[in-house]
């Protein structure tokens, strides 16, 4: 099985930025397409961002978009999300998740994803 760990989670005023990283354990990320989830308190896991494996595509949901950027360095094995403009609504847990893929496509629902993270606390104050 594939071990995800993410790190980079923490408290932060609204307005500032984190990044949060994702990082197999012993192994590469470049066969995998990878993506960001998140759980808000009280609500359900949502799409986030996807990128596919090499990083020339990717797909972000409505709310982070033009906010959020998700990256990939496959020489490091470590997949990133940039958060800017941080809101009070991005307060979340947030999930690495991978899936292997033969090709270029990335995915957009958490079914789609065969590994995840153990997930990272982002907490943002007003």
């Known amino acids: 099985q594939v071990q995800l760990v993410e790190s980079g989670g923490g408290l932060v005023q609204a307005g500032g930025s984190l990044r949060l990283s994702c990082a197999p354990s012993?192994?590469?990320?470049?066969?995998?397409?990878m993506g960001w989830f998140r759980q808000p308190p009280t609500k359900e896991r949502e799409f986030v961002a996807a990128?596919?494996?090499?990083?020339?595509?990717?797909s972000y949901a409505d709310s982070v978009k033009g906010r959020f950027t998700i990256s990939r360095d496959n020489a490091k094995s470590t997949l990133y999300l940039q958060m800017d403009s941080l809101k009070t609504e991005d307060t979340a847990v947030y999930y690495c998740?991978?899936?292997?893929?033969?090709?270029?496509?990335?995915?957009?629902?958490?079914?789609?994803?065969?590994?995840w993270g153990q997930g990272t606390q982002v907490t943002v104050s007003s």
């Open positions: 012993g192994r590469t990320i470049i066969n995998y397409a």
């Open positions: 998740a991978a899936t292997p893929t033969p090709g270029g496509a990335y995915y957009l629902r958490a079914i789609s994803y065969d590994y």
């Open positions: 990128i596919n494996r090499s990083g020339g595509s990717t």
